[in-house]
């Protein structure tokens, strides 16, 4: 089940497009969704503030876990490089990424991906149903994140303690950068390739998450200039296969 955000402002709308500036339709909020992990879960508040006079995308998350995403409307192998900046104001002490019951986040970038299910493994396709029937909404096909970690090193790859079908890219780790902006640009057609092995198929939605459900702590999280940009003319698309 999801929440529609609804009825905002046109001033809103526009600090929203400002954040995610890769959405094309500034003055349209539709298609943005608030998603519970499930309806017993309380869900992060998300909420817009302005910061030296742009806008970041506020989350506050004290035992809660819900993500805010936008369908993707362009084709990914166009505009292949993501970048983004986000804060937090601490860390969350007893999480561990690796561990089922402490796999909590205080910030991530979520992009989720389309694929034939009928082609995994019998264990994955068994847990994709599972979970689409707890949650009310199927696993994707395939999710990567970039998240912030406790003690895991940057540029480790974790897959979730539930299925390989969601891959974690540690882009930050650890209490050095907290309560500062950190800026990012990946490559997200080849970190796909590098998580999964494979190809990526279409990229339907991308967002962001906080979340401090399994540990029940607290943490804030802000997010400004989310954008997908081109490659340089001339630039390769460097392909794992030759």
Not at 74 to 101: G, Q, V
Not at 162 to 180: C, D, K, L, P, W
Not at 217 to 238: K, L, N, S
């Amino acid at each position: 089940m999801t929440r529609r955000i609804l009825g905002r402002p046109a001033a809103w709308s526009l600090a929203i497009a400002a954040v995610f500036a890769g959405v094309a339709a500034a003055a349209d909020l539709d298609g943005w969704e608030a998603i519970k992990v499930t309806e017993k879960k309380k869900p992060t508040l998300y909420r817009l503030e302005k910061e030296d006079g742009r806008p970041v995308l506020h989350a506050s998350s004290q035992g809660s876990a819900s993500s805010l995403m936008r369908p993707a409307a362009f084709d990914l192998r166009e505009r292949p490089l993501l970048s983004w900046r986000w804060k937090i104001s601490r860390l969350i002490a007893t999480a561990d990424n690796m561990r089922a019951h402490r796999e909590d986040a205080p910030a991530r970038l979520i992009l989720v991906f389309d694929g034939d299910v009928s082609k995994l493994p019998a264990r994955d396709r068994a847990t994709i149903s599972v979970v689409g029937r707890v949650s009310g909404r199927p696993l994707p096909y395939a999710t990567l994140m970039y998240i912030w970690a406790n003690h895991t090193a940057i540029g480790s790859v974790i897959p979730n303690p539930h299925t390989r079908r969601v891959q974690m890219i540690v882009v930050s780790s650890g209490a050095g950068g907290v309560g500062r902006w950190h800026e990012f640009r990946r490559d997200v057609l080849e970190d796909y390739r590098q998580v999964f092995k494979e190809e990526p198929g279409k990229l339907l939605a991308y967002g962001v998450m906080t979340d401090t459900d399994n540990t029940g702590e607290y943490t804030e999280a802000w997010y400004g200039d989310i954008d997908f940009a081109r490659r340089a003319a001339g630039q390769p698309d460097a392909r794992k296969k030759q």
